[in-house]
Nanobody, 120 residues
Framework: QVQLVESGGGLVQAGASLRLSCVVS????????PNWYRQAPGKQRELVAS???????NYTDAVKGRFTISLDNAKNTIYLQMNSLKPEDSAVYYC??????????????WGKGTLVTVSS
């Protein structure tokens, strides 16, 4: 079965950088339309960054110019580079993607999340 496992979260000061990784394991054929979401305490989960099927990257306004999403197909890993972090970026970050896996099934999967805390 396919699993998505995030890592790279932690406690940092405002202005610092972190790189989140999401390793997709299992009988993976391809990773499609990867996304990063986040959920802060008491708030709804929100879409932070995505790569469309046309390889276009999109970002929520709050992170534009600071965050970069990427996909390494050779490593089956989705990344989120986060620069100039702010306290309001504190949240649990989740990766999500449509995964084509053998024997030729396509499903949407979620990771369990990694916690990012930014202190002021």
């Amino acid at each position: 079965q396919v699993q998505l496992v995030e890592s790279g979260g932690g406690l940092v000061q405002a202005g610092a950088s972190l790189r989140l990784s999401c390793v997709v394991s299992g009988s993976v054929v391809s990773i499609n339309a990867p996304n990063w979401y986040r959920q802060a305490p008491g708030k709804q989960r929100e879409l932070v960054a995505s790569i469309t099927s046309g390889k276009v990257t999109n970002y929520t306004d709050a992170v534009k110019g600071r965050f970069t999403i990427s996909l390494d197909n050779a490593k089956n890993t989705i990344y989120l580079q986060m620069n100039s972090l702010k306290p309001e970026d504190s949240a649990v970050y989740y990766c999500n993607a449509d995964v084509l896996f053998t024997p030729w099934s396509l499903r949407n999967f979620w990771g369990k999340g990694t916690l990012v805390t930014v202190s002021s």
